[in-house]
């Protein structure tokens, strides 16, 4: 008796499911606002580091990471304006930020070798974390060719990044 | 009185040609270039000797350079910049970004 409609609440949650999967995939708009806001927050931790790190290996990685990232998103924004796409902000750029700016309030009561540790360490997870999302979610559900072609090369830019940051890391140590 | 003897001619060309097209006459030096685009090198030229130059053209974004590991050469390569050096050794030279050290690239020079 009750089978039919355990099938049936099992069907609208399979239903349910889909419809969650298909609205949760980032379009283009949000794709772009996604990319561009993860190279902005790398730029505002590289000024930080900029700022307050002393230690010549940390500032040039720091310096890499601004002037890097400056160049990738100053392509995208080239872009968008060209595909006249306006980015549009969503909850994954929300998250990033409101991480990020945790961090940067974290690190900016350390200082010294404390700091350029705490800096670095994070730089690697946050890579990591932007490379992920890159390789999984981001390069796969992109529509447009070109947008796709600039988030491979900042997929490349960032895993050179993230190696960058682990060869200065195991320094640091 | 200023008739040469055809033997007397012959040598004379022979031995021009011995000093000005012998085998072992120095060959010109050359230019070749390599693309630098999407954080790579472009593939490196096929017939490069010592005396020839490798201009390194980057076309990418970010600013690059061409590092050997060896000393032999260290080129800055701003964004839209090309830089060059003169191959002053023969052999196998690997060389790599300074910045993106997994950016990698290999020059075989022929002595």
């Known amino acids: 008796m009750y089978r039919p409609l355990i ?61 890097d990232h400056t160049a990738v998103n100053e392509k995208a924004l080239a872009l968008v304006k060209q595909l006249h796409v306006t980015p549009q902000d969503n909850p994954t750029s929300q998250a990033l930020t409101k991480q990020a ?54 997929l490349t830019l960032f895993t050179e990044h993230q190696t960058h940051a682990e060869q200065l890391d195991a320094k640091l140590k | 009185m200023f008739r040469f003897s055809r033997g007397l001619v012959a040598a004379l060309a022979l031995g021009a040609c011995l000093a000005g097209c012998a085998p072992s006459k ?4 050359q230019t070749f270039q390599i693309v630098v685009d999407k ?14 130059t490798v201009q390194w053209v980057n076309r990418d974004m970010f600013q690059h350079s061409a590092t050997s590991k060896t000393g032999d050469f260290d080129v800055e390569l701003p964004p839209g910049v090309t830089g060059s050096a003169v191959m002053k050794q023969g052999g196998t030279i690997l060389y790599n970004c300074r910045y ?6 290999q020059l075989s020079v022929t002595p």
């Open chain 1, 7 to 67: 099938a049936a609440a099992a069907s609208v949650m399979l239903v349910a499911t889909a419809a969650y999967a298909q609205s949760a995939k980032p379009n283009d708009a949000q794709i772009a606002h996604i990319a561009y806001t993860a190279g902005n927050l790398d730029v505002a931790a590289g000024k930080q580091a900029l700022a307050k790190s002393k230690n010549a290996d940390v500032r040039a990685f720091a310096q890499e990471m601004v002037r």
């Open chain 2, 26 to 29: 120095p060959r010109a030096p």
């Open chain 1, 101 to 154: 700016n945790a961090t940067l309030a974290r690190l900016s009561k350390l200082s010294g070798a404390a700091y350029d540790k705490a800096y670095v360490d994070n730089e690697v997870a946050y890579h990591k974390t932007v490379n992920g999302a890159l390789r999984t979610v981001l390069i796969p559900d992109a529509q447009n060719a070109q947008l796709k072609s600039l988030l491979q090369t900042g």
């Open chain 2, 39 to 52: 954080m790579a090198f472009g593939p490196a030229p096929v017939d490069l000797h010592v005396g020839d």
């Open chain 2, 100 to 105: 993106h050290p997994d950016m990698k690239g």
